[in-house]
C-alpha cells in the first residue's frame, strides 16, 4: 500500500498544488481545507505524514499537531509557515512537530522534508516490527533450548526434534559447519525423559586416533603411556542422560566398529581391559560431512551409518533463513556488549541490511563472532555498517557463484568447484572441507589428481 500524506490548507489552489506534487511521487495524497477535517480523516485513514499551514482560521497547525499527536502518535506532522511565524513553528517542534518549511517554498524543498519524515515513519514501524520478532524469538528460544529464529525452514527441523525428543532414538544432525548442531543435540536432551541425567559431548574430529579409543570408552590402568589409573570414558561419563558424537564422519575405522558394537548391544570394555561394561545414554551424532558419500567411498562403515541415521535431521544453513539473521545478531550483541562491559544498544539499519545480505559460509558461528568483534570494537552505542568487517561490507554474492559450461566432465566439476573454495577460504583445506561437506583428505585427492 503507497503511504499516506495528508495535506491542510485553507488556500485551494495551493492545496492542489501539494497535492499533485505527492502524487507525481507515487504517495496517497489527501486534500483537507481546515484542522476539523484533517482531524476526521486521521481518526478513519491511517496518516504517514500531515502537511499543514500554520495559520488557519478555527483551528491553527500547532493545535492540529496537539490533537494529531494524541490520536495518532506515529503520524510525522510537518508545518508550512511564513517568514514572521517561524518562531511559532520552532515552538510546534518542541511540542513534537517533524520540521517546518517556510513560504514560498520550492518543489524540491517539500519533496525532501516530507520524504525523510516518511524514511522515519517506515524505520520506526521497522524497529518496533523488529522488537516484537526479538521478543517472539527471545520467547520462543526459551521454549526450545535457546535456538533462535522463526524462518520455516529452521520451524520444520524443531519440530522433527521435538518429536524425537521423547524416544531413545538414535538421532543424526547434519549440515554445515556452524550451523548450531551442538545447540540443537542439547535442546533435544533438554526436551527428552533424560533432561535430568549429564549430556556428555565429544568432538570426534578435534581427538587424535590413538586417544580418541580411550575417550569415549574409558581405558584401564596401564593400558597405554600415562595410563596412571583406570578412568572411564565418555559412555560411562553420560550414563542416564544423552551422548552428543559430533564430527562423527572423522571416527578412525578400528573406533567405528567398536562404536557399532555398542549401537547394537549396548556393550563395551574400556581400553586394555576385559570386563564388560554397559552402556545406557541416548546417541546423537552429528557431522558436517556427506556420510551417505562417505560410505560409498569406503570410509565410513555402511553398517554404523544406517545404525547413527534412524532419525537424520539437516539444519538449514543461514543463507536460507535471512529473516533470522537480525533475531541472532540482536541476542548476540546483548551477550557480548554484557560480557565485554560495552554500552552497545543495537545495530544501525544499514549494518542490519549488511548482515542479511551477506551469505555466511560460516553460518552462525560466523555470524555469532562477527558480532563479538563488532561489539569490542565499537565507538558507538550504535554498531553501523563501518564497524562490520571489509569482507561483510564489500560482499558480492555474485562472486561467490561459479558457472561452469553444461557438458564439463564431473571429475573437472569437483576440482573446479574444490579450487573456489580453497581461493574463497584462503587456502584453508580443513574450512573448505566444512563448507563442501566433504573429508580434507579428500581435498588432498582431488587436487593432486
Known amino acids: ?19 499533485r506534487i505527492f502524487e507525481r511521487l507515487d504517495l496517497r495524497a489527501l486534500p483537507a481545507t481546515s484542522g476539523k477535517e484533517a482531524l476526521e480523516q486521521v481518526r478513519t485513514t491511517p496518516v504517514q505524514v500531515l502537511l499543514t499551514d500554520l495559520m488557519m482560521p478555527q483551528m491553527s497547525g500547532t493545535e492540529l499537531l496537539e490533537n494529531v499527536k494524541a490520536i495518532a502518535p506515529d503520524t510525522e506532522v510537518i508545518l508550512m509557515t511564513a517568514y514572521g511565524t517561524i518562531e511559532r513553528a520552532v515552538e510546534a517542534m518542541r511540542k513534537g512537530a517533524y520540521d517546518f518549511v517556510t513560504k514560498p517554498f520550492r518543489r524540491a524543498q517539500i519533496e525532501r522534508v516530507v520524504t525523510r519524515a516518511l524514511e522515519k515513519v517506515t524505520l ?13 524469538a527471545r520467547e520462543s528460544s526459551a521454549r526450545t533450548g535457546g535456538i533462535i529464529g522463526k524462518a520455516p525452514a529452521l520451524r520444520r527441523v524443531l519440530d522433527i526434534a521435538r518429536q524425537a525428543a521423547p524416544s531413545t532414538a538414535t538421532v543424526l544432525l547434519m549440515g554445515e559447519s556452524g550451523t548450531g548442531k551442538e545447540l540443537f543435540a542439547r535442546a533435544i536432551h533438554r526436551l527428552s525423559p533424560r533432561a535430568d541425567g549429564p549430556c556428555v559431548a565429544v568432538n570426534c574430529g578435534a581427538l587424535p586416533e590413538t586417544i580418541i579409543e580411550a575417550e569415549l570408552f574409558g581405558a584401564e590402568k596401564g593400558a597405554y603411556t600415562g595410563a596412571h589409573s583406570t578412568r572411564d570414558g565418555r559412555f560411562s561419563r553420560a550414563h542416564g542422560g544423552t551422548l552428543f558424537l559430533d564430527e562423527i564422519g572423522e ?16 556393550e563395551f570394555e574400556r581400553v586394555g581391559g576385559h570386563q564388560t561394561l554397559h552402556a ?46 537480525p533475531l541472532l545478531a540482536d541476542h548476540f550483541l546483548r551477550l557480548y556488549a554484557e560480557k565485554h562491559h560495552k554500552a552497545v544498544e543495537g545495530l544501525s539499519a544499514k549494518a542490519i541490511a549488511r548482515l542479511v545480505d551477506y551469505a555466511w559460509p560460516g553460518n552462525v558461528r560466523e555470524l555469532e563472532n562477527t558480532i563479538e568483534r563488532s561489539v569490542v570494537l565499537a565507538r558507538a552505542p550504535v554498531i553501523d555498517e ?42 584453508d583445506k580443513k574450512r573448505a572441507a566444512q563448507l563442501l561437506g566433504i573429508a580434507t583428505r579428500t581435498i588432498y585427492r582431488k587436487i593432486d589428481t
Not at 500500500?1 to 497535492?19: E, I, W
Not at 514501524?125 to 517472539?136: F, G, H, I
Not at 564489500?394 to 576440482?415: F, M, S, W, Y
Open 1 to 19: 500500500m503507497k503511504p499516506t500524506v495528508l495535506v491542510v490548507d485553507d488556500d485551494a489552489s495551493n492545496l492542489a498544488s501539494l497535492v
Open 124 to 136: 520506526l514501524a521497522e524497529n518496533r516490527a523488529l522488537k516484537a520478532q526479538l521478543a517472539d
Open 251 to 266: 571416527l578412525a575405522p578400528h573406533v567405528q566398529v567398536k562404536l557399532l558394537r555398542v549401537l547394537q548391544s549396548g
Open 280 to 325: 545406557d545414554c541416548r546417541i546423537i551424532a552429528a557431522t558436517n560431512l556427506d556420510l551417505g558419500a562417505a560410505v560409498q567411498s569406503g570410509d565410513f562403515r555402511e553398517d554404523l551409518y544406517y545404525r547413527l541415521n534412524v532419525i537424520p535431521i539437516t539444519l538449514p544453513p543461514l543463507r536460507a533463513r535471512p529473516d533470522d539473521v
Open 386 to 427: 563501518d564497524d562490520l568487517p571489509e569482507t561483510i561490507v564489500r560482499h558480492d554474492r555474485a562472486a561467490q557463484q561459479l558457472h561452469i559450461p553444461l557438458g564439463t566432465p564431473l571429475e573437472e566439476i569437483e576440482r573446479r568447484v574444490i579450487r573456489e573454495t580453497l581461493r574463497f577460504t584462503d587456502g
